[in-house]
């Protein structure tokens, strides 16, 4: 009588994917919070169950063997199946689960988030805060469905993210120098004094450059971990702050063009999906986000009521429903 073959385990599917979409069992490691030799011997048991080899081992890294590539594609099924079977016997209540930058969180992005909420009420939506480090981690970890970061992530060679992960350009920021209202700081005298976001905040290193090209020096006499932080840094005047347009709070002022401060670059943000069970439903989300976005840099801060949400997504979600 011949013996049973073992069941596959979505577990090591999981662990052969990463690898390949990592393209090294270092980094496979990490985004599964594994050991190297724990992601080894897991490609071993899989190899064993298998009874073929899944990659040609090379002097640099390895390739796939014609057996590995048909086992990575039945591998994406199974994982997707696996997920769509728990997303339907726990009887998801279609909870988006969004991330944005901390200098989002101001004016017409919660304004819109929450119009969209009462137009829509049951569809849950989750809204958490982070650096564009901390934010592609969760969406890599399954934290979120959508979010809102840096441009550029998806192809940058020293961070290979997963091939569920879609990067969409969203817009340009333009970066302003902001001052209290009521300052009393010189721009013009060294060290100029900078309150900052920590060290993984993307306005940091930006800052930094254009003053070195300028021979300025300066001090990082604050750095905050949230918007209100650094919002209060910069109404009690201590210091210079890089920020968008819309994120200037009250009590403070870009600084004047002539005020002798080296003018800063735009930046890109992108909006990040993960490919999922609820990728329609996240998708007109997206939608919605990009909408509001173009409102984000037109808003004057104290002049301009924020506008109510677009609500051409919300009736598209409405027809999703009624299907």
Request: charged letters at 25%; a neutral charge; glycine letters at 6%.
């Amino acid at each position: 009588m011949a013996m049973p073959k073992p069941d596959l385990d979505l577990d090591l599917l999981r662990c052969f994917v990463s690898v390949v979409e990592t393209g090294s069992f270092t980094l496979a490691a990490k985004r599964l919070h594994l050991t190297q030799s724990a992601v080894t011997l897991k490609i071993q048991r899989l190899e064993e169950i298998l009874n073929h080899e899944l990659f040609w081992r090379k002097s640099k890294g390895f390739e796939l063997t014609l057996d590995g590539a048909v086992t990575l594609g039945y591998a994406h099924r199974l994982l997707d199946l696996g997920q769509e079977l728990m997303e339907r016997i726990a009887k998801s209540t279609h909870t988006v689960r969004i991330g944005i930058l901390h200098h989002l969180a101001f004016q017409d992005f919660p304004v819109s988030i929450a119009e969209f909420r009462r137009q829509w009420p049951s569809l849950h939506l989750t809204l958490d805060l982070g650096t564009t480090e901390e934010l592609l981690e969760g969406i890599e970890n399954n934290r979120f469905d959508i979010v809102v970061a840096s441009s550029g992530y998806t192809s940058m060679a020293d961070y290979r993210m997963s091939s569920n992960v879609s990067e969409d350009h969203l817009q340009k920021e333009t970066l302003k120098w902001v001052q209290s209202e009521r300052s009393q700081l010189d721009p013009q005298v060294d060290p100029l004094p900078l309150v900052t976001f920590g060290p993984l905040c993307r306005f940091r290193p930006i800052a930094f450059d254009v003053l070195q090209k300028a021979s300025r020096t300066w001090e990082v006499v604050y750095s905050g971990s949230s918007l209100n932080a650094l919002q209060s840094a910069i109404q009690a005047d201590l210091g210079y702050a890089v920020l968008p347009t819309y994120s200037i709070g009250p009590g403070a002022k870009a600084v004047p063009k002539n005020a002798g401060l080296p003018a800063l670059p735009q930046v890109n943000l992108s909006l990040y999906m993960r490919k999922s069970p609820i990728e329609t439903l996240a998708k007109r989300v997206g939608s919605f986000i990009a909408e509001s976005a173009k409102r984000w840099q037109t808003t004057e801060l104290g002049k301009t009521e924020p506008k109510p949400a677009d609500l051409e997504s919300v009736r598209s979600l409405r027809l999703i429903k009624s299907r």
